[in-house]
């Protein structure tokens, strides 16, 4: 068995009334794609069967808690919100996940998923709308890329690729011209890889803008290359911290 497949299948449960296992939930500012700015309420489910080196949730990768579904629709309707950002770790190592959606599009939610692309988004109720992250080569999992996926992505859906160098951008690029990505979903991201402070700077929790920023910036201008750039208003906002 690959270490993927040893990864996923250490979160078993198919039975809705096992629950998820949940890291935590919390109400926020969405801080990437297309609802960035708004208030939105994170799910952060447990576990990943990826390990990108530039990962920043590292914490959710193992432990949590298992709640019932209940539970969790219960606490999530606690706040003022009606949007969703379900998110990892990777949502849809857990099959239940699944039937999460399909609960809160009952409710009345707006939902948007996060997710590495190395799982099938087949089964994702088509009015969630999924944000795959394509790994890039410097990520160390780019093997992991389930192509198939974009079979499933229209319009309602949109792609990101984490750039982290030069390479990684020539590589999404041809990528983006080979698929025909941005004919295939709403929007698709160039995000660079973010850098916090150093503990020099006069604010220890004040971020710097990417090192690579501006570089990105220019190569998508001089390219005139179809896609958006991306920041984490997030990581802007409040750096690494847990809940934010």
């Known amino acids: ?44 489910l447990t576990g990943c069967p990826l390990r990108c080196v530039y990962c920043d949730t590292e914490y959710a990768f193992s432990g949590g808690e298992r709640q019932s579904l209940e539970t969790m629709m219960a606490t999530i309707a606690s706040f003022p919100c009606k949007r969703i950002c379900l998110t990892g770790g990777e949502p849809l190592a857990q099959p239940n996940a699944i039937e999460l959606m399909k609960r809160l599009l009952n409710d009345g939610y707006e939902i948007s998923l996060e997710t590495a692309g190395a799982l099938t988004v087949e089964n994702v109720p088509p009015t969630v709308s999924k944000v795959m992250d394509l790994k890039t080569p410097s990520s160390g999992e780019v093997d992991k890329n389930l192509w198939s996926n974009l079979d499933y992505l229209t319009q309602h859906d949109q792609i990101k690729f984490v750039i982290m160098n030069r390479a990684d951008y020539d590589w999404a690029k ?65 750096a690494d911290a847990k809940g934010k």
């Open 1 to 44: 068995m690959s270490e993927l497949s040893l990864r996923t299948a250490a979160i078993p449960v198919t039975d809705p009334e096992a629950g998820l296992r949940l890291t935590e939930i919390f109400y926020s500012l969405q801080g990437e794609a297309l609802t960035s700015g708004l208030p939105t309420i994170f799910v952060r």
């Open 174 to 238: 041809a990528k983006l011209v080979e698929y025909k990505l941005n004919e295939l979903v709403g929007t698709v991201w160039f995000s660079p890889m973010f850098n916090v402070a150093h503990e020099d700077t006069v604010n220890d929790n004040s971020p710097e803008v990417p090192v690579l920023a501006r570089e990105l910036a220019e190569w998508m201008l001089a390219d005139a290359l179809p896609v958006r750039f991306q920041l984490q208003l997030h990581k802007i906002i409040w």
